[in-house]
Each structure stands twice: as C-alpha cells, then as structure tokens.
C-alpha cells in the first residue's frame, strides 16, 4: 500500500511540473489572441510570407498575417493581416516584406506616413514593397561579374 501512495505522489509532481513548464512556455512565446486592426496589402510576390508571421512597426510585432491569397484579376498575392489596436496607421503608410537576417524567417514590415488621417479598418495599404529574391540577387551578382571579368560590356545601340 505504501508503493502506490509513493507511486501517485511522485505521479502528482510529475504532472504539476509538466503543467508549470507548459504555462511558462506560453506565457514566454508572445502570443497574444487579440484580433486588432484588419488591413490589406497586394505584393508581386510575398516569397516566404505566411499566414502566422509577425507584422512590425520598427522592429517590434504589432500584429500577424491573417491570410494569404491570389487576386484573379491582376494575379498579385494579397495578405490580409492586423495591426495592434492602439496603433493607428496614417492613410500615406506602406508595407514590405524583409527578412529576419540573412536565412531568417519573412515578415511584414509597417511604414507609418506622415498623413494626417488615419487608415480605417479593413482599409488597403497601397504602397507595398514585395520580397527580394536572395537566388536572383547572387546569381545577378554571380553573372555581372564574369561578366566583368571578360571584360564584356553591355551591347550599345550604333550611333549614326
């Protein structure tokens, strides 16, 4: 009898330690469940951009991307995302997709105009930046300079 008494309090503390590491664990992660401010934006390509990345304003989160689709019409990617609600956003501001360093995760960089009205809910953000492609930036590169090693030039027109 002694065994199981044993047994089920050791079972107790085992059980309120896997509770406390998994309440430390989600009070760590930064996840908030407020919805915030909806907006939109259209991009020519939003390459590593998914629902759940982080939306910031100078470098802190404000927000999350809500969805991700492709109009049918014009074949751009719109992201649906929002903003903290404390966070107005001035009609003239702009949106980007950059990257968290080198290989880091994509996200949603806000950048406040200086407008003095503000952006309403569910408004679009018209001035986008889409992501750079990293491939196509190395293998510019890699070509501009055998290129130049060649010598080569870019072919001119003739003058007459």
Known sequence: MRNNLIETVMGGVVLLIAIFFLTFAYMSSGYKNSEGIPYWAQFDRIDGLFVGSDVRISGV???TVKKVEINPQT???VVYFTSASDVALPKDSSAEILSDGLM???YL???PGGADEN???GAE????????SLEGMIGQ??????????GETAPTAEKK
């Open 119 to 121: 952006l309403s809910s």
């Open 141 to 150: 590169l890699i070509f501009s300079a055998k290129d130049a090693k060649k």
């Open 61 to 63: 989160k404000v927000g």
């Open 125 to 132: 953000i018209k001035h986008t930046q889409s992501a750079v």
């Open 104 to 106: 880091g995760n994509k």
């Open 109 to 111: 960089a806000l950048i």
């Open 75 to 77: 074949y751009l990617a």
